[in-house]
C-alpha cells in the first residue's frame, strides 16, 4: 500500500501475541510496557522461516531466552493462538529448539 508520502507500507503480521502478553518495566524512573519474553519467543518462532539472512541470529535467540521462559506462560500463549500459528510454533520446537 503506497501512503500519501510516497513510501510503501507493509501489514505487520503475528503481532497479536506480543500486544496481548506485555509487561511492565521500570526504566530511569519511567514505566516502559515491552511484550512478556514468552511472546516475543513465540514471534520469532512464528516468523522466522520468513526472516531471511535474519533467521538464523533469530534462531540463537531464541534458543538463548527458551530456557529461561515461563512454561506455563509460554503454553498459555501458544494457546491462544491461530491454528497455524500453533502449527508454526511446534514444528519450530521440535525441529529447532536445544534443549
Known amino acids: 500500500m503506497k501512503t500519501s508520502m510516497g513510501v510503501y507500507a507493509q501489514a505487520l503480521r503475528h503481532l497479536s501475541p506480543m ?15 515491552v511484550p512478556s519474553p514468552e511472546s ?8 522466522n522461516k520468513d526472516r531471511g539472512v535474519k ?26 493462538l491461530t491454528l497455524k500459528e500453533s502449527k508454526l510454533v511446534n514444528e519450530y520446537i521440535e525441529q529447532k529448539v536445544k534443549r
Do not use: R
Request: net charge negative; charged share 20%.
Open 19 to 33: 500486544l496481548n502478553n506485555t509487561i511492565a518495566i521500570e526504566l530511569f524512573d519511567f514505566s516502559i510496557t
Open 40 to 47: 516475543y519467543v513465540i514471534h520469532k518462532m512464528i516468523i
Open 55 to 80: 533467521k538464523e541470529k533469530d534462531q540463537e535467540t531464541i534458543n538463548s531466552l527458551f530456557p529461561y521462559l515461563d512454561s506455563e506462560q509460554f503454553n498459555m500463549i501458544v494457546g491462544q
